[in-house]
C-alpha cells in the first residue's frame, strides 16, 4: 500500500512564525502535491511537484513557498503564517493520475 | 463557471437504497475522473476512477462519465451507513503542460439506518 506520511496531524502557530509542514512517501512517486482544505471551498491546490528540485504554482501560492530536495519528501513552508492560513493541510503524491492523500495537518494560527 | 461542480447536500437516502451522486465539469479536454470518499476529519482516500465513456462497476460501486454532456456520476447501490461521508469529484486536465487536478466542493451523504 502506499504510504504517505504528514510529520504533524496538529499545529498551533503564532502569527509571523515561519512553519513547516513535512511530506514524506515511500512509493517512489513523482508527483507530489500540497493541497489546503477549507469548508465550502474544497481542496485548493498550493503547489504542485513532478521532480526533484522542481516546484510549479499551484492556484493559491500566495504565502507559502515548497521544496523538494528528495524525491520522496515535499515541504511547504508557510513564510511568515497569518491567521488565514489556518486550514487543513493535505498533501498527496501520484505516480500516473490517481493520487493518494496524507493524513492532513490541521494547522491553526493564533 | 466552477471548474468542476458537485451540490453540496446533504443527500440523504434510507439504508439499501441507491444513493446517486452528480459531478459536471467546464473543459471539454478533461481526460480523467476520480471519485474520493471523505469520512469526517479523515483524509480523501480514492474508490472509484473512469476515464472512457460509459460504465466502470466495483462492487457496489459504478461510476458514469459523458464526455459530451461532461458529467460523471457515482452510484452506490445497497446504501450502508458506513458510506455516510463526503464524496469528492477531481478531474484531470492538461493545463501549462502539466496534468492539473482540480476537485469539486464534495457531495456529503447520509446513509438513514
Known amino acids: 500500500d502506499v504510504k504517505v506520511t504528514q510529520s504533524s496531524r496538529y499545529l498551533v502557530k503564532r502569527t509571523g512564525e515561519k512553519v513547516f509542514l513535512e511530506c514524506v512517501q515511500d512509493?517512489?512517486?513523482?508527483?507530489m502535491f500540497w493541497y489546503r482544505q477549507d469548508p465550502g471551498l474544497g481542496l485548493r491546490l498550493i503547489y504542485f511537484?513532478?521532480?526533484?528540485?522542481?516546484?510549479e504554482k499551484g492556484d493559491i501560492p500566495e504565502g507559502y513557498s515548497v521544496s523538494r530536495e528528495k524525491k520522496e519528501r515535499f515541504s511547504l513552508i508557510l513564510e511568515s503564517a497569518s491567521t488565514n492560513q489556518t486550514s487543513m493541510y493535505l498533501c498527496?503524491?501520484?505516480?500516473?493520475?490517481?493520487?493518494?492523500f496524507g493524513q492532513g495537518t490541521r494547522l491553526t494560527v493564533v | 463557471q466552477k471548474e468542476v461542480e458537485q451540490n453540496s447536500g446533504p443527500l440523504s437516502v434510507p439504508e439499501g437504497a441507491i444513493a446517486s451522486l452528480n459531478c459536471t465539469y467546464s473543459?471539454?479536454?478533461?481526460?480523467?475522473f476520480f471519485w474520493y470518499r471523505q469520512y469526517s476529519g479523515k483524509s480523501p482516500e480514492l474508490i472509484m476512477s473512469?476515464?472512457?465513456?460509459g460504465d466502470k462497476e466495483d462492487g457496489r460501486f459504478t461510476a458514469q462519465l459523458n464526455k459530451a454532456s461532461q458529467y460523471v456520476s457515482l452510484l452506490i447501490r445497497d446504501s450502508q451507513p458506513s458510506d455516510s461521508a463526503t464524496y469528492l469529484c477531481?478531474?484531470?486536465?492538461?493545463?501549462?503542460?502539466?496534468?492539473?487536478?482540480?476537485f469539486g466542493t464534495g457531495t456529503k451523504l447520509q446513509v438513514i439506518p
Open positions: 498527496a503524491s501520484s505516480l500516473t493520475r490517481e493520487a493518494f
Open positions: 512509493m517512489d512517486h513523482e508527483n
Open positions: 511537484s513532478y521532480d526533484v528540485k522542481m516546484k
Open positions: 473543459d471539454r479536454g478533461s481526460q480523467s
Open positions: 473512469i476515464y472512457s465513456n
Open positions: 477531481a478531474v484531470i486536465r492538461n493545463s501549462g503542460g502539466y496534468q492539473k487536478v482540480t
